[in-house]
């Protein structure tokens, strides 16, 4: 995921589940599975989705974490982010490096 200045304005807020791309987004979680198969979850915040760019975008309002089943959870400032999948697994990279 990446810092952001603003969400697009054409990009909607999830108010039901919806599977878009690599990602299940419902309201209050967004969760992405990887290369590998594992999924990150990021809890707690406001998800929108762009349909025409396949995009996913969300609102932290309060720190919360980025969680994933094999490695040590990432810390999320409050801010605006776009998720997206990093193509190339490296080992002991963090998702926010």
Request: aromatic fraction near 6%; avoid cysteine.
């Amino acid at each position: 995921m990446r810092s952001i200045a603003e969400i697009p304005k054409d990009a909607e807020q999830v108010e039901k589940r919806v599977e878009i791309g690599n990602a299940v987004v419902e309201p209050g979680r967004v969760m992405v599975r990887g290369e590998t198969g594992h999924t990150h979850t990021l809890e707690g915040v406001k998800p929108y989705i762009d349909r025409i760019r396949g995009e996913v975008y969300v609102e932290v309002t309060i720190p919360t974490r980025l969680v994933h089943e094999e490695h040590p959870s990432v810390n999320v400032e409050p801010g605006k982010y776009v998720i997206y999948t990093i193509q190339d697994f490296v080992r002991g990279r963090r998702p926010l490096d």
